[in-house]
């Protein structure tokens, strides 16, 4: 398969009919396993849904899941993977969710055991780098909304 064909369904591919050079992030883009979810769908996903997308593309309505992600079945739970521990070398465990291009969660865990989750507006250009707004910009959401976002992390205290 082509990878321009890729493109389509992208919402970015509109610049590759109407711009000379096309789209500018086609140039970059790498072939990943990823899985697109409908912003309707809940967790978990069926681990068949994997298929070979661009690095760069883009759904319209729709959020993408890397095939490392927790919430896919099928994937060891990432708390066994990366347990959180009381020592020098731990490292808290992030994962997020796009409920819509302009609004993440970020849900993190922290060194005595427990996690928060925590919703903000992003511009929607690259989440990969503005996932890090939490910080300044999150509202803690209430227990029983970030479990319904972050299963995996349902058997941990949630921090008050």
Known sequence: MSKRL???GCRNDFYNHNREGGCWSFAGARIRQRMIVGTWEAPPYSWK??????????PEGQSILEA???RI??????????PPQQTETWKPIFRRVALHRNVLVVA??????????????????????????WKTEGSKLLRQQAEVLFPEFRDLPYAN
């Open 73 to 82: 079945k099928g994937r060891e739970n990432a708390m066994t993977e990366n």
């Open 49 to 58: 849904r994997l298929r070979r997308h661009l690095s760069c593309y883009v």
């Open 6 to 8: 890729m493109c389509n």
């Open 68 to 70: 490392d992600d927790c």
């Open 108 to 133: 993190k865990t922290r060194a005595e055991g427990a996690w928060a989750a925590y919703c903000f507006p992003v511009p929607g250009i690259n989440h990969d780098e503005e996932w890090q707004a």
